[in-house]
């Protein structure tokens, strides 16, 4: 049984709880709280299901334990410097931390990965939601006059994106104000926004997302080959359960002799899942 | 550069003849007929382009001369006793082979093992085409009275199969007594099958093919997880697409002394792609 312990109990620790119970092959070493004690916890992997921004620090301590980690780290812009950060800490240590494992980046990255291999020239569009961005959420809420805020994504295809920001005014502030406000910012200028003034945010809240993610590429010389993955999710619950399953691969990496830091592109789909080689060939090849 | 033969020059053969050409990391080594002699092939990876039958025999002599192959094996039922086989050979002789890389089983079983990893409890449907059926044109062919026969897969859902199959009849031969033979032999008695004479089979020739294939599931405790994934290709430029990016795994996996047989489900997709870990992290995460 690979023992697995949770760092950060929030919406998707608690999903992940629920991923690792749900396992055949695993046990919950623990639950574990952002000021825990680090050196305290023992297990196999830890999951940091922290706020982003905190990932490096708890995965480098845990790293350096010799301890495996899975993070969902979402900022695009910076995982190649986080997987090079822990890789060099996981070889020192001979420890595996799997970066960016939620579903974008993470599942999606695989998928992108694949179908590029497919059709190797052309272009691929990932077309987000209908959902809840959390930075365009945190950012409408950061607006002078907004008490609260959800901004959805809504996907008008090729990449192009509109937000539906509801807001919850603060007592005596003006909408005309507000929504300009919004409009104006980095967050919402480049796209489409729709703002709208409604009397409970909590009202509106849904995990609910997707993605519909399009290429049309070459194999070979042959153009026009057309490839789409499309989901409907539970998001925290599909993040949890993405962490879950790569937890798995950390440990076999491990096991392996395979220590560093990797992205879900540099994982083989069988390491994710239970079961014996033989008997996932036969079932899902 | 990577050094690519190609064993069998049928339409998959060409295919991969293109994707080889079109590859920045590779050289096309030479094509060889089924008759050639295979001590006499220098390269670093064979593509067995070869009837599927046939890829055992010549994926044995290879592997023993540590020369890594790459094949489309499609018969589902005897996919493990064929890497098991091939794996003794390479493990011996310090070979790679990747066996079953075309789409289905290919790149549609690691699509199957990833979504098996998002929502590990569930059905997976897989449903074909429309497309053309090889052993069923060939069943269809084989029937008394039939001069040509074409067997079109149409998706019904749920994994569900319609068959149109299009006959040119031979002189004299009788419709109905065909039709009857077509409809009872085994590999058209299960499926909802239509019989068509047709005054040219290969005036309906078409290299098409597709596939739907569908996820609900459950991520931890969460149900109604639903995922898919469509495509629609020219079947041989993708499979021999396919075999040429698995052609690269096959190398890089014997670079880094990872010996052995591996179905696709085992290859990681970075393997799949040119470039560094650094360019395509930073392009597909």
Known sequence: MIRVAILGYGNIGRAAEQAILSAPDMTLAGIYHHDSCLECIDS??????????????????????????????????????????????????????????????????????????????????????PGRSMGHSVAAKAIKGVKNALSMTIPLGTGVH????????????DFK????????????AHDETHVIAVESVEALNNVAHGVNLVRS????????????????????????QVMVSCARAAFRLKTRGGFGAKTM???????????????????LV
């Open 162 to 173: 509109r937000r539906m920001v509801y807001i919850e005014l603060e007592e005596g502030a």
């Open 44 to 129: 196999d992997v830890v999951l940091l299901c922290t706020p982003t921004r905190e990932v490096q620090k708890f995965a480098t301590v845990l790293a350096a334990r010799g301890i495996c980690t899975v993070d969902s780290f979402d900022i695009h812009g910076q995982i190649w410097e986080l997987r090079s950060a822990l890789d060099a800490v996981c070889q020192v240590h001979k420890s595996v931390s799997i970066v960016s494992a939620g579903w974008d980046p993470g599942s999606d990255s695989m998928v992108r990965a694949l179908l590029t291999a497919l059709a190797p020239k052309g272009i691929t569009y990932t077309n987000f939601g």
């Open 177 to 188: 104000t507000v929504e300009a406000a919004i409009l104006a910012d980095d967050y919402f």
């Open 265 to 283: 592109i540099e994982l083989a789909p069988i390491d994710l899942l239970p079961g014996s080689t033989e008997q996932l060939v036969k079932a």
């Open 217 to 240: 590429g070459v194999s070979g010389e042959t153009h026009n080959q057309r490839f789409e993955f499309n989901m409907t999710i539970n998001n925290p619950a599909l993040t949890g």
